[in-house]
């Protein structure tokens, strides 16, 4: 994602502190062939922060569909992007909890093909450091984020 992106992300964290932050990251994912092993690369094109008070962001998504389905038409539909990363912030550290692991799991096997295979981007409140979580054919990782000036 390049530094404007990542400015909104810490925006959106500080604006819902101390209550925990969360939002939506759309864009594209490339296909790269690299000395014959593939490998993905997600770029973030656009951010929605979503006011929480609540502390799971999936229970907030799934309670407030009429916000989520605008916020899904106008990325898919305006600007083509799909949905690439499911983010919110903790209070100290970045690691999922195990409400987080479990929502991972959930949105993996829901069956609705936008949910499958997010980045789970979750910012420390604290320090502002980043970091993003997969499930991959059901195994977790965690995934290396480029914050670049340019595309
Ligand atoms: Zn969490």
Redesign the pocket.
């Known amino acids: 994602m390049n530094h404007i992106l990542f400015n909104q992300l810490i925006e959106c964290v500080k604006s819902a502190s101390p209550n925990?932050a969360c939002g939506l990251l759309f864009g594209d994912v490339k296909e790269i062939d690299y000395k014959g092993e593939y490998q993905y690369q997600y770029v973030g094109k656009k951010f929605n922060c979503i006011e929480s008070n609540q502390k799971s962001p999936v229970a907030f998504l799934m309670s407030n569909l009429e916000e989520l389905n605008r916020i899904f038409h106008d990325a898919f539909q305006k600007d083509k992007l799909r949905l690439i990363s499911i983010f919110?912030s903790?209070p100290g550290g970045t690691y999922?909890?195990e409400?987080?692991f479990s929502n991972m799991r959930f949105l993996d096997n829901c069956g609705n093909k936008a949910f499958k295979n997010q980045i789970w981007a979750?910012m420390n409140a604290r320090n502002m450091k980043l970091n993003g979580y997969i499930l991959y054919n059901n195994e977790f990782m965690q995934i290396k984020i480029q914050k670049l000036k340019h595309y």
Do not use: L, R
């Open positions: 925990e919110h903790h999922p909890s409400i987080d979750i």
